[in-house]
């Protein structure tokens, strides 16, 4: 069976048919580094972990990029009322954002570049567009993408959406990054520098100035993978003025199909809300790992739900999270002991393995538009029978490491393998390093508080040979 997939730009299910094959390019649009992502940003990160996984997992040979934007308009404001440098602002949660994909288990990207290490391509971009008479330089200075112009030469400005042109008042201009499809107007590609920029600027033929948001991203999955590649993702509010500008600026410069395949996460509420600070429903991945739930519980709670569903992240998810994760927990960790715990073979990729159809059936759910409802049906579906043939002992050596090898090739895509599977949060041992240094000074009554803190969290103290360690209650 083929990879089947939603494309934004037909609003259709596609076959997946990349333009090169084996090879695919995939661009992800990436954090905006100016401060810690949140719960809904990485939903979207995890779905393209997903996407990329499932792609190796078929056999393609992926080459991922996932840019970092180290400037725009938010970044510039922070960093003006931090009164920090631009560099020192963006690193701190560019790399706090790395930690954090890793705490999820998503794969790092092939390429991560930085809007700032690629002015020099903008500037090229932009000039390119000028030349061919779709970007202008206005009397503010900046330099704007003309829509008219772009309609002119037989282009399609509004390819993932719908947009009413009549409404549109010609020569209107919106300098800002953001903006609603009903203030469609000429965007800027290069904003002249003011005041407010401090020390962000660049140099460039048109003046001093800096990048708009929606070009960097044309200039940098362009020049990584070239004019025309086969999958861009992001989450759906990037459809409008983001990605309509990208496919405008990068057709309009290079006059060929930008991407092929369009894909867009849904949003996530919380609680049944849409998440904000003021009704307390705001997470970042670090509120919730402070909670004493792990990134792996957290990955599989955002992997529970299709990547075009709004999904309602819950706390309650989270324990049902790792629940469902100590069941197939306890179920690998009888077939280690059945198994030997002998090295396990590494499979090739189309090798048919394990127990009948559960990796073929587990990636023909995955073709069908990443049905991972349907491929989780099969994980359970296949847990409940093991237990069952481990409950009348009927499992040999052999089949315990076909089944174990099996699991591994699904894992490959799950990624919640038990690699993974008792990290233990730094706050936790932080913690039971607090309660011991109390023990050891008689504080009694603080020892016991920790431990009713932890326990609180979901973590009890246990005593080993090796002294004390924390356990998942
Ligand atoms: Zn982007």
Request: contains cysteine.
């Amino acid at each position: 069976m083929a990879l089947k997939l939603f494309n934004t730009l037909s609003r259709s299910i596609q076959e997946f048919a990349p333009l090169a094959s084996p090879n695919v390019g995939m661009y992800c649009c990436g954090p905006t580094v100016y401060d810690f992502a949140h719960i809904g940003n990485w939903r979207t990160f995890v779905f393209g972990d997903l996407v990329r996984r499932t792609l190796e997992l078929k056999g393609y040979a992926v080459t991922h990029v996932m840019n970092i934007t180290d400037v725009e308009d938010k970044i510039i404001k922070r960093v003006r009322e931090n009164k920090t440098s631009l560099r020192e602002f963006t690193g701190k949660y560019e790399a706090a954002f790395l930690e954090d994909l890793k705490t999820l288990n998503c794969l790092l990207p092939h390429h991560t570049p930085h809007a700032t290490e690629h002015i020099a391509d903008i500037i090229s971009l932009i000039e390119k567009l000028i030349a061919r008479g779709i970007a202008y330089k206005a009397a503010d200075g900046s330099v704007y993408f003309s829509i008219e112009k772009y309609r002119g030469c037989g282009c399609t400005y509004g390819q993932l959406l719908k947009l009413n042109f009549d409404e549109m008042k010609a020569g209107e201009r919106v300098k800002s990054d953001e903006y609603a499809k009903e203030s469609v107007a000429d965007f800027a590609l290069w904003k002249a520098r003011v005041p407010e920029d401090g020390d962000v600027f660049w140099p460039s033929p048109w003046g001093e100035g800096r990048p708009g948001w929606h070009i960097e991203c044309s200039a940098m999955s362009t020049k990584i993978l070239g004019p025309s590649f086969d999958l861009h993702l992001g989450g759906e509010d990037l459809i409008f003025p983001h990605h309509e500008d990208e496919i405008a600026q990068s057709e309009g410069a290079t006059g060929k199909p930008f991407v092929k395949y369009w894909l867009h996460g849904a949003h996530l509420l919380v609680e049944g809300k849409k998440m904000s600070k003021s009704l307390g429903n705001f997470f970042t991945l670090r509120d919730l790992l402070a909670k004493g739930f792990t990134g792996r519980e957290i990955r599989y709670s955002l992997l529970t739900a299709h990547y075009r569903e709004t999904f309602n992240f819950t706390l309650d998810g989270l324990h049902g999270a790792r629940t469902a994760l100590a069941r197939i927990d306890e179920c690998l960790g009888k077939l280690r002991d059945i198994a030997g715990r002998a090295a396990l073979p590494r499979v090739q990729a189309d090798q048919q393995v394990g127990p009948t159809g559960l990796v073929q059936n587990f990636s023909a759910a995955l073709d069908d538009d990443l049905n991972i409802s349907a491929a989780w049906g099969t994980v359970f579906e296949w847990v409940r029978e093991t237990n069952h043939r481990l409950a009348e002992n009927s499992l040999s050596a052999a089949e315990a490491t076909a089944a174990l090898t099996a699991w591994n090739k699904i894992d490959s895509v799950l990624g919640v393998g038990a690699t993974i599977g008792f990290e233990i949060p730094a706050e936790m041992n932080l913690l039971l390093e607090a309660r011991q240094a109390a023990r050891k000074a008689k504080d009694f009554k603080r020892a016991d508080a920790i431990r009713d803190e932890l326990k609180a969290k979901g973590w009890a103290i246990e005593d080993t040979a090796k002294g004390q360690r924390l356990k998942r209650i």
